[in-house]
């Protein structure tokens, strides 16, 4: 099954951690990566578009509020969602004042 994580964390929380605990913290980075996954981190700014009305309208703010904003994300395949949490526990986001979200994923790709 596929996973979408979330991942939320501050630049300053960040820039707290030592080089060594950066460096600790992106292998656990470069773990999930080794065993397929996509990660990718994303810019603060958003494009937010909704058309309720059937009218596109855009605004330049992110859609969800949280206390630290939207870092990055990842797509992991993995047998069920503990052991997603398991690979998830060590990464920046999940030890660096932030949190990761996760998600199952499910293919709507035949509809």
């Known amino acids: 099954m596929k996973f979408l994580c979330l991942a939320y964390g501050s ?3 960040w ?3 030592t080089p060594a605990e950066q460096n600790t913290l992106l292998a656990a980075d470069q773990r999930i990566r080794d065993r397929g996954a996509f990660i990718s981190a994303v ?3 958003a494009t937010t578009v ?3 009305d059937g009218t596109p309208k855009t605004d330049a ?3 969800a509020m949280s ?3 939207l870092a990055g994300f ?3 395949e993995a047998k069920d ?3 997603v949490v398991r690979l998830v526990a060590d990464t920046p986001c999940a030890r660096a004042g932030g949190a990761i979200e996760i998600r199952p994923l499910l293919d709507t790709s035949s509809h």
Do not use: C, M, N, Y
């Open 50 to 52: 909704t058309a309720w």
């Open 67 to 69: 206390r630290v904003p």
């Open 11 to 13: 630049g300053a929380d």
């Open 61 to 63: 703010h992110p859609f």
């Open 81 to 83: 969602v503990d052991e």
């Open 74 to 76: 990842s797509i992991i």
């Open 15 to 17: 820039k707290k951690l």
């Open 43 to 45: 810019e603060e700014q």
